[in-house]
């Protein structure tokens, strides 16, 4: 292990990501419809994110030299939700909001209306191609800012994704770092049997990628890889964080029934308490 977090820091994230797995089951049940799943598999990195890495300030929103991040897995809205209001960009009362209509939360984040949202997705496969433009305009404009993406083992199955992994190793985009949140499961059961990405880091350093390999859950680790990434010059970083679905509620681990399925109110009430505990 290389630079790691002080134990103050590691509190803060737990305590954050403790937050925002909470915010997603309310806000999920609330909705009566969303993807809890995948959404908590991927609390941890985007605590590690906001909270211990990106240039990102809710009073300066639109700053031209803020870091960027693209979730390219659209449908965890609830996960990217939860940490902007964490982070001070959405009022937390207004989660509850999500899916409603004439909120501004829906299903899918919208970059015009939602602050702190760099990119609209949903549609999966894109992202990581708005998340190229970003970062080779960084580059075209000597900015310092860099971009972050997040895709979903699942959607590694889209060939645009592919079509984006040569564009970023051919302008040799190392300001964008990508990571992959690889829990082995898609809204019809494993990756490995739906259609099969894998294997998911021998792909991408064939493709002239950096890769590195965590453990999706671990905060010194994720943070660790970040800083590695920084550091790789001509070359852009895929981070594959290894990830267990509905992570921190145990009735959800690694079930995919849970990808897009809303809890009841007991069972809400008993997700919240399994956190909580």
């Known amino acids: 292990m290389g630079k790691k977090l002080s134990p103050d820091q590691l509190c803060q994230l737990a305590h954050r990501a403790k937050a925002i797995r909470c915010h997603i089951v309310s806000m999920v049940t609330e909705a009566k419809s969303g993807h809890p799943g995948g959404s908590l598999s991927a609390a941890d990195i985007l605590a590690v994110l906001y909270f211990a890495e990106m240039n990102v300030d809710p009073a300066k929103a639109k700053d031209a030299d803020r870091d960027r991040f693209v979730l390219s897995k659209g449908h965890a809205a609830p996960v990217l939700y939860a940490t902007l209001a964490e982070k001070g960009y959405l009022p937390v009362e207004e989660l509850l909001t999500l899916r409603k209509v004439n909120s501004r939360l829906q299903g899918h984040p919208e970059m015009k209306g939602i602050p702190g949202v760099d990119m609209s997705t949903g549609s999966l496969g894109q992202g990581l191609s708005a998340a190229n433009g970003m970062a080779l305009a960084g580059k075209l404009d000597a900015r310092k800012y860099r971009v972050y993406a997040l895709l979903g083992d699942g959607e590694l199955e889209e060939g645009q994704v592919w079509e984006a992994a040569m564009f970023a190793a051919h302008y040799k985009l190392d300001n ?97 308490a399994d956190l909580e505990r």
């Open 176 to 272: 964008l770092t990508a990571f992959v949140d690889f829990n082995g499961l898609q809204i019809d059961g494993p990756i490995a049997e739906v259609l099969s990405p894998l294997p998911i880091p021998e792909k991408w350093q064939a493709f002239g990628w950096h890769v590195l390999i965590v453990d999706g859950h671990d905060y010194n680790a994720i943070y660790d890889a970040i800083q590695q990434a920084k550091a790789i010059k001509d070359k852009p970083t895929i981070i594959v964080a290894k990830t267990i679905k509905g992570k921190g509620v145990c009735q959800m681990e690694n079930v995919a029934d849970w990808h897009g399925k809303a809890p009841t109110r007991e069972e809400c009430r008993q997700f919240l």
